[in-house]
């Protein structure tokens, strides 16, 4: 068997002191990305440093934003009245994933730092996965890609960043503490991820003991709408194929303001500002929320089993904007 | 001795509970995976990662020392087995690690064997194996493929002439993926021997096969070999093949004296048990203007692996079901270098079914005839058309009839995309469904004590399904007893031989030898009576047994109980062994009858974004004789189930370039999960069936045929879009 240590501390400060000492040590918090990782002999760390019990569980509610420990389970998340009634494109999309067992163990910190699900990089026995052994090629390129990404990717890794919640937190531009070697800083989710194109093997701007200790909702303002649609092949318990996240805010028959993030889609949550701007102060006209979907596709990157997904990204961005541009019934 | 028609109706048929229901919600039933023995090792599979060549270099000398490792066993140092006999289904898939030939991915190289099986499992991730990788022949369509006949072609009249005579004709080219059984229960084993006598726990649906197998590949007694399997986490006909895992560890154990357990994996059941091979079918279909068939052709390729060829039964069905006097079939299978394919629930039947009644609703579009009406034109309800004999039994008319008007058929608009909700397309489809017969040979034997008690003993298994309870209902009716003062022992070779569960034969087979067993129990019973005995002098077939008491069958209160019967005899126990006899002259006159269905299925779909929601399914069966109502249900909403994942979800994918599994894994594969399943209506129409004693035909499988075709023809009755391959994805709904 290998053996890794595991340490269990109850202080913010040794828990990151004890990752930064050791290259091989890396935070555990619900377990249910890594431990399958660990399972399948993808991920091999030395030392697990369990932070479970760090005082990082809650929900402080503000008056404009959410402050959420980063151990906050999703379903703790999901169940708190504040989110039902100010975010609820943030509830629906942390109903909509994983399953309750997961949603029960599954925290808000490690849903962001959540691995990508594509079965070349699961699988050891493949070589070529640039995102786990840089400079290795790219597996999925070549053989069975339908869970894979079309935004941000290019021919070296067309990973998937499979998270639901993270979809609407990029849109109403959450960001996180994070606590490290060289102190506390806040990093928006906007800057948080590293696209697969701008480099396969990086997923995100954290520094090895870098620990996310809380992430920080701002709530939408009154008169604000929010929906998010996930489109996927069974009803339930499985990843995006694409989802649509949108928070708008109607004067009459006008989209005052909007917010819009899509998932299943992008090597990371993907913010489609070009979309929001071609629709901010313009009349709800199923033309042009087409279009605004074509423009945030327009850079797609496909191979064969993912290029279905442009065109469903458009119709999924399209139907919840109709959905949302609705007259309140 | 003749067979009578026994009575049967006191808690035949009855929906009474599952009689190992609470074993299991207890956590007290045995699984295979829970055998613990004294010493017992645990071994893990080590499978290769190429899928064609040789392998040039394993070395093992470092993983031994590991800690707690064992021993590591290849073609190096595996024991030569003989060769595997032909036994239900044929021989083994192949037999392990007797070579160096890699013939597909995922194959196995090696077995760790350990303390412990995350020591086993850390070595076997360690070990470094080298081959002499070949290009494998992957695609279906390689010019260089092995071609070979899976089935005798089938043909009568003359097609071309029933083509050239249609008014209306239609052809088109079908297709289905490979699936994977995947039971809920891992598959594995412990294997311990004494001497040459080696023991058994695994999770095989046949225990004689195994039996069987198992000696001759080791060269010891039959007698010696006890497969013991009392209880089953599934199977879906993974557990019918003698599968390389069971001879691995049975060789492992022997080599080292210590009895082994081996559990495969989740990814290791997509690669390691079998699966449902993927086809391509071409139907063409002629039809007179009024609907009568003119001709059908059917012709089926299914992919196999290199060694061990696909089960077939593609087009079994299709001389059967419409009266058509010219029909042919032609059944082909490729050897590629892919994983052993092998039965899953209604094999081939559900490919078939799927080519066939996919074009049966296409003609029906065609002719402008509604598909209900096209298919109650055409059934062959009287005898068989591929021979003439009258059916033992074809309820198929008021399966579709039952069914039509449960559902509402009725008020079906036929026109494509002409029933909406809103933004949502409603379509609504059918089919219809039948299933080979098929009557394996059992054994039982019934024993009674004097305390009034009865045992039911059989080497049968019980997939989950219900063996245990419905052969339990049965003895009580023919013994006059409570079922629970009716052991039914089954899961053991050691108990008088069985056939496997496969095949929807299972529950029949048993029940017509525990029939021919009673009927021997009561001849054994009555030989015991004295002259002095009320009883004396009648003839066994005027006797039968009632509340613990041997009766004359016209007058029930002569009786004689069983506890002075076998003391008069210093006795303590009678039994009487039985088995699935011939025909009698009336049956073997008949065409014997499978089960038919008809499925009616509504689907919605959202055509912005491609959703397709199953809304309704009324499922009618007719299954002859259903011994239990609650279970026979079950077996029909799981079939259900199954239907729909093969309809809308599964699909086990392969590299093209390397051959590997793509995604072998509960998260990657895709089945039906609850919120993709509605509500199911469950009808049993019929009559008992005239063939056997027990009137049974078996139902395990024939409630998954038909699903997929009606929910594609809903799909086409929503859409004006015929899809012709599985499974139908959100990519080709979107309009």
């Not at chain 1, 699900?117 to 493949?126: A, G, H, K, T």
């Not at chain 1, 090597?267 to 033309?287: F, I, N, Q, Y």
């Not at chain 2, 008690?453 to 007893?481: E, F, H, K, N, P």
């Amino acid at each position: 068997m290998r053996a890794f240590v595991y340490d269990r501390p109850t202080a913010v400060g040794e828990a990151v002191a004890a990752v930064a000492a050791d290259p091989q040590a890396a935070f555990l918090a619900g377990g249910t990305t890594q431990l399958d990782l660990m399972k399948d002999g993808v991920w091999t760390p030395d030392r697990l440093v369990d932070i479970t019990r760090l005082p990082l569980r809650g929900i402080l509610v503000e008056s404009q934003q959410l402050k959420v420990g980063a151990l906050t389970t999703m379903e703790q998340l999901a169940a708190e009245p504040v989110v039902a009634q100010r975010l609820a494109f943030v509830r629906e999309a942390l109903l909509h994933g994983a399953s309750v067992q997961l949603r029960n163990m599954a925290t808000i910190g490690g849903n962001l730092l959540q691995r990508t699900r594509c079965r070349y990089f699961r699988d050891p026995s493949v070589s070529a996965c640039n995102r786990r052994s840089p400079d290795s090629g790219c597996a999925a390129v070549d053989n069975v890609a339908r869970m894979h990404a079309v935004l941000g990717v290019d021919e070296r890794c067309i990973a998937l960043h499979a998270s639901d919640v993270a979809v609407p937190l990029i849109a109403v531009e959450a960001s996180v503490l994070v606590d490290g070697p060289s102190g506390q800083r806040r990093i928006p989710l906007t800057e948080f991820w590293v696209r697969a194109d701008e480099g396969p093997s990086i997923e995100n701007v954290l520094g090895h003991g870098d620990l996310i200790t809380e992430i920080d909702i701002p709530l939408l303002p009154a008169g604000w709408r929010s929906g998010y649609l996930k489109v996927r092949d069974r009803a339930s318990y499985e990843f995006a194929l694409t989802s649509a996240a949108v928070a708008l805010q109607m004067d009459g028959d006008m989209i005052a303001d909007i917010r819009i993030a899509l998932g299943g889609v992008g090597s990371v949550p993907w913010r489609a500002r070009e979309a929001e701007d071609m629709l901010r102060g313009t009349h709800v006209d199923p033309v042009r929320f087409e279009q605004a979907g074509r423009a945030t596709m327009a850079s797609a990157f496909t191979v064969p089993g993912t290029a279905f997904k442009v065109d469903l990204a458009v119709r999924t961005l399209s139907r919840q904007l109709l959905t949302m541009t609705e007259a309140p019934r | 001795m003749t067979a009578t028609k026994p009575e049967l109706g006191t808690w035949v048929g009855k929906g009474i509970d599952r009689v190992d229901g609470p074993h299991k919600v207890t956590g007290t039933a045995p699984y295979a995976s829970d055998v613990t023995l004294p010493g017992m090792l645990h071994a893990v599979v080590v499978t290769s990662t190429v899928a064609a060549g040789t392998i040039t270099k394993i070395d093992t000398s470092a993983l031994l020392t590991l800690p707690g490792v064992r021993a590591v066993f290849t073609h190096e140092n595996f024991p030569r087995l003989n060769h595997s006999p032909d036994v239900l289904f044929g021989e083994a898939p192949t037999t392990p690690m007797q070579d160096n030939r890699i013939t597909f991915h995922g194959q196995e190289v090696a077995l760790v064997v350990a303390d412990t099986v995350q020591e086993a499992t850390e070595a076997a991730r360690l070990i470094e194996v080298t081959y002499a990788a070949e290009t494998p022949l992957l695609d279906p369509a390689d010019g260089r493929l092995e071609t070979l006949p899976l089935s005798p072609d089938t043909s009568r009249g003359d097609t071309e002439a029933g083509w050239a005579a249609a008014d209306v004709r239609v052809g088109a080219t079908y297709r289905t993926p490979e699936n994977t059984n995947n039971p809920l229960g891992l598959m594995g084993c412990v294997a311990a021997w004494d001497g040459d006598h080696l023991e058994i726990h695994d999770t095989t649906q046949g225990t004689i096969a195994l039996r069987k197998t198992l000696a001759v590949m080791f060269g010891v007694p039959e007698s010696g070999v006890r497969v013991r399997v009392p209880y089953l986490g599934g199977g879906f006909g993974a557990g019918l093949n003698q599968w390389p895992y069971k001879l691995l560890a049975a060789g492992a154990a022997r080599e080292l004296g210590r009895p082994v357990k081996v559990m495969l994996t989740r990814p290791q059941m997509f690669r390691l048990v079998g699966h449902r091979p993927d086809t391509e079918q071409q139907v063409r279909l002629g039809a007179a203007r009024d609907g009568t068939l003119t001709m059908i052709e059917h012709r089926a390729t299914s992919l196999s692996s290199i060694d061990f060829l696909a089960v077939g039964l593609i087009t079994s069905g299709t001389p059967h079901l419409y009266t058509c006097p010219n029909v042919a079939t032609v059944e082909r299978t490729v050897r590629l270098n892919r994983r052993y394919p092998t039965s899953m629930r209604a094999p081939g039947e559900a490919e078939g079914n799927w080519a066939v009644e996919t074009a049966m609703d296409e003609l029906a579009h065609e002719l402008g005839m509604d598909p209900l009406e096209l298919r109650l034109r055409n059934f062959a309800t009287a005898v068989d058309p591929a021979d003439g004999k009258p059916w033992s039994s074809n309820a198929v008319v008021e399966c579709c009839k039952v069914g039509a008007e449960l559902f509402g058929w009725s008020r079906r608009d036929p026109r494509p995309s002409s029933m909406r909700e809103g933004d949502l397309l409603i379509g609504w489809g059918m089919a219809a469904a039948g299933f080979f017969a098929y009557l394996p040979m059992s054994q039982a034997r019934v024993t009674v004590y004097a305390d009034g008690t009865a045992a039911v003993r059989s080497a049968a298994t019980d997939l989950g399904t219900g063996t245990y309870t419905v052969i339990t209902q049965l003895a009580a009716d023919l013994l006059g007893l409570h079922p629970q003062q009716v052991d039914f022992q089954l899961g053991d070779s050691d108990l008088p031989a069985s056939a496997q569960s496969g095949g929807s034969g299972l529950a029949s087979s048993v029940s017509n030898a525990v029939i021919d067993a009673v009927a021997h129990l009561q001849g054994a019973l009555l030989d015991l009576a004295g002259p002095d005995s009320p009883l004396h002098g009648q003839r066994p077939e005027d006797v039968m047994c009632r509340d613990g008491a041997l009766c004359r069958r016209d007058d029930p209160s002569v009786r004689v109980p069983i506890a002075d019967l076998l003391a008069g005899q210093n006795l303590v126990e009678a039994s009487g062994d039985g088995r699935v006899r011939p025909p009698d002259p009336e049956a073997a006159a008949m065409a014997q009858a499978g089960a038919y269905g008809a499925r009616f299925v509504e689907v919605a779909i959202d055509p912005m974004i491609g959703r397709l929601r199953v809304r309704r399914v009324v499922s009618v069966t007719d299954g002859g004789r259903i011994l239990n109502q609650k279970l026979a249900r079950s077996q029909i909403i799981g079939a259900t189930v199954g239907g729909i994942g093969q309809a809308l979800f599964e699909d086990t994918l392969t590299d093209p370039g390397t051959g590997r599994v793509a995604n072998g894994t509960f998260g990657d594969y895709l089945v039906a999960v609850n919120a993709d399943v509605p509500d199911v209506e469950v009808v049993f129409v019929g009559e008992p069936d005239r063939y056997t004693p027990a009137g049974t035909k078996g139902i395990g499988e024939i409630g998954l045929v038909g699903v997929a075709a009606a929910i594609g023809n809903a799909v086409h009755h929503a859409t004006g879009r015929r899809l012709r391959d599985l499974p139908i994805t959100i990519d080709q709904l979107m309009m």
